[in-house]
Structures are given as C-alpha cells and as structure tokens.
C-alpha cells in the first residue's frame, strides 16, 4: 500500500531519482569502455592516431562513474555498512544505524557545501586537453552531497520510525 501525503510523494520521488541513477550508472560504464578502448589500442598498435582527449574523457567519466556508484551504494543500502553486530534487530538496531546515519547526513552536508564552492571555484576554467568546462568535473559533488542527503534521510526517517514505534510500525 502506497503511503499517504508528503512522505509518500517523497519516497516516489526519490524511488525514481533512484532508479535514473542506476540507469546512469550502467550508461557511463559502457560510455567509458569508449575512450579507455580508443587509449589502450592507439598506444599498442598504429592502427588509430594518439587521441590525446580520450585520457581526459576518459577521466571526467571516471570521476562520474564513481559518484553516481556512491549515490547508488548509498540508496541500495551497501554503502556504509559495517556490520559490528550483526544479529542486532528492532529498536537497538535502529539506533546504532541512528547514529550510523548521523554521519551519512553530515558527510552529505559537507559535500554538499564545500561541492558548491568547488564547482563556483572552477567555474570560469577550462580543461588543458579536451577544453571543457572544468564545473563539469567538479559537479558531482555537490549531487553527491545532494542525494547523500536525499537517501540518507529516507533512512534516518525510517529509522527514527523503527526506534519510537517498533519493528511493525
């Protein structure tokens, strides 16, 4: 049963953010086969030209790859974990991921306020090689933080939720 009002509008929207993430995932793995393929066969066989962008494409979607990785990990709920206790359940175990998720929350903050200062930081630059907008490089921090946030909450909530009510609630 869908849940009610706010919360369930914010549990779908995140659901969906969610999923286009994992697409984007899949796709920037594949997109990045791409120029790392084009490096790996110019610089062994003389069959293609030394393209010198590949080696910064190839790094701009390394960097992408890897934040939506974490994003993703975070939202799936294998990001994080440390399984001290594993046989907890219920309340206790609400509040150790309680105070687990304090630190999800703050490292999501910090990510996302210092992402903003990156990306403003590099706003007016370009890339040596490729010549793209450095921001483009520096944005992932900032959704990084963003989505941290975003899924890092949902859990808290939940969380919260398991610690007042109990395992049924």
């Known amino acids: 049963m869908p849940e009610p009002g706010l919360r369930g509008l914010v549990r779908r929207a995140a659901d969906i953010y969610g999923r286009l993430l994992s697409a984007l995932l899949a796709i920037s793995v594949l997109?990045?086969?791409?120029?790392?393929?084009?490096q790996v066969v110019s610089r062994q066989t003389h069959l293609l030209p030394h393209y010198i962008w590949t080696e910064e494409m190839a790094r701009f979607l390394l960097v992408y790859t890897v934040m939506i990785g974490a994003i993703v990990g975070q939202k799936e709920g294998i990001h994080f974990i440390v399984d001290l206790w594993?046989?907890?359940?219920?309340?206790?175990?609400a509040f150790m991921d309680l105070l687990s998720g304090i630190f999800v929350l703050i490292f999501g903050a910090v990510f996302l306020w210092f992402g903003i200062e990156f990306v403003d930081f590099a706003w007016f630059r370009i890339s040596e090689l490729a010549e793209l907008p450095l921001w483009l490089i520096h944005?992932?921090?900032?959704?990084?933080?963003f989505s941290w946030l975003i899924f890092g909450g949902e859990k808290f909530a939940d969380d919260l939720r398991v610690l007042i009510h109990g395992e049924g609630a």
Do not use: A, E, N, Y
């Open 139 to 145: 944005l992932p921090w900032p959704i990084l933080g």
């Open 86 to 93: 594993p046989r907890l359940s219920g309340r206790f175990r």
């Open 31 to 38: 997109i990045l086969v791409l120029p790392v393929t084009l």
